[in-house]
């Protein structure tokens, strides 16, 4: 499978606690993002890395969040303090740019967190 | 601003029922990308078609079609003859280009229920 791979599907933890997703994204796609999506909602931007670079940052984006990606392919997000109010589904994506890709951004399943 | 309006909240069809999703943007760039995302109940988007703002030509692919209005900003997908297994939430998208991130703004989906 070279999609975008996500993990863990699934995650149930208690409000305080941390807890981290990590994403691999498609092989030799030097952007990747990562995207919150909630009940009846689309998707929304939280962050966006081109390599190793993190070159934005979405106000939804507190600072109990932090996103990295050190060498540049796979990516981790790790959440302190969890909150009720961060129970979601987290995506990510990745692209690379160019006329023939038109920036077409592919996600993965995504990570399914609940915060109890 | 970039906004995705996406006013059908769900659609419930009957097997070979032909069906259109709608879609409304706002943009205030001259160039730009539209997307359509498919999302099963598993979650993961799947990627239908990419449109460049200065393609309007419209375009087929199997039982799926898209309108592309620039004089309207819209960007409509249909169905023909449904099947159950079309039954997902489809999310509109728009996206920026040449700029730092092209990150996609979606709007909120359209539920597409195709009963048998």
């Known amino acids: 499978d070279t999609g975008v791979s996500q993990n863990p599907r699934h995650k149930i933890t208690k409000r305080g606690q941390n807890v981290t997703f990590r994403c691999d994204p498609i092989s030799e796609h030097n952007r990747l993002y990562w995207y919150r999506q909630t009940l009846g909602q689309g998707p929304e931007f939280l962050t966006y890395?081109?390599?190793?670079?993190?070159?934005?940052k979405s106000r939804l984006l507190s600072d109990r969040f932090s996103a990295e990606r050190p060498k540049g392919s796979f990516s981790t997000l790790e959440i302190q303090r969890t909150e009720q109010g961060d129970s979601a589904m987290y995506l990510c994506?990745?692209?690379?740019?160019?006329?023939?890709?038109?920036?077409?951004?592919?996600f993965g399943e995504g990570s399914w967190l609940t915060v109890v | 601003a970039q906004k995705v309006t996406q006013a059908q909240t769900e659609i419930s069809v009957v097997e070979k029922e032909d069906v259109t999703l709608d879609c409304v943007y706002e943009t205030r760039d001259t160039t730009y990308y539209l997307f359509w995302y498919k999302q099963p109940p598993s979650g993961e988007l799947v990627f239908l078609i990419r449109r460049n703002s200065f393609d309007e030509q419209n375009e087929i692919s199997g039982r799926y079609s898209w309108n592309f209005q620039k004089s309207t900003s819209s960007f409509n997908f249909t169905i023909t003859a449904s099947q159950v297994v079309d039954s997902a939430v489809y999310f509109c998208?728009?996206?920026?280009?040449?700029?730092?991130?092209?990150?996609?703004?979606f709007g909120t989906g359209t539920l597409l229920a195709v009963q048998p």
């Open positions: 890395f081109q390599n190793e670079a993190q070159l934005e």
């Open positions: 998208a728009l996206s920026g280009v040449g700029g730092a991130t092209n990150k996609l703004i």
């Open positions: 994506a990745s692209s690379i740019p160019g006329q023939a890709s038109g920036n077409t951004i592919y």
